[in-house]
């Protein structure tokens, strides 16, 4: 376990699938600190990677939003982060299905037998 505190200033176009660009603002973010935390396997491989919500909401510029949802938010592209949020339940599935660059959450086939959970990316929690 161990915390992160991303801070970036949005210097250039952000373009993001499917065709939104967002012109530079140069708006500076600094989200609060997060927990983040990684598991590997004995041969060095991640098997998991976790970031939790703000230590402090009420830190940085963010709106309490961590990680990318901290960055988009300064760079004027607020979504909500939600557990149970439908329209980032829709983005990430609609990234997962087109194979996007970044995932919220692995293809089935890939997740060990032992995973007990079927829930994905910002699905609420099925155990």
Do not use: C
Not at 43 to 70: P, Q, S
Request: aromatic share 10%.
């Amino acid at each position: 376990l161990f915390f992160e505190r991303w801070k970036a200033t949005h210097t250039g176009e952000l373009s993001l699938p499917p065709g939104i660009k967002l012109p530079a603002t140069n708006n500076k973010a600094e989200t609060p600190i997060m927990p983040f935390s990684i598991v590997w396997t004995p041969e060095g491989k991640i098997i998991y990677e976790h970031l939790t919500t703000a230590v402090d909401r009420f830190e940085g510029n963010t709106m309490g939003k961590v990680a990318v949802f901290g960055l988009l938010e300064t760079a004027g592209l607020p979504l909500g982060n939600g557990v149970g949020d439908k329209t980032l339940i829709i983005q990430q599935k609609i990234n997962r299905f087109f194979n996007g660059p970044a995932q919220a959450y692995s293809k089935a086939e890939d997740v060990p037998k032992w995973w007990k959970s079927k829930a994905v990316g910002a699905e609420a929690n099925d155990i």
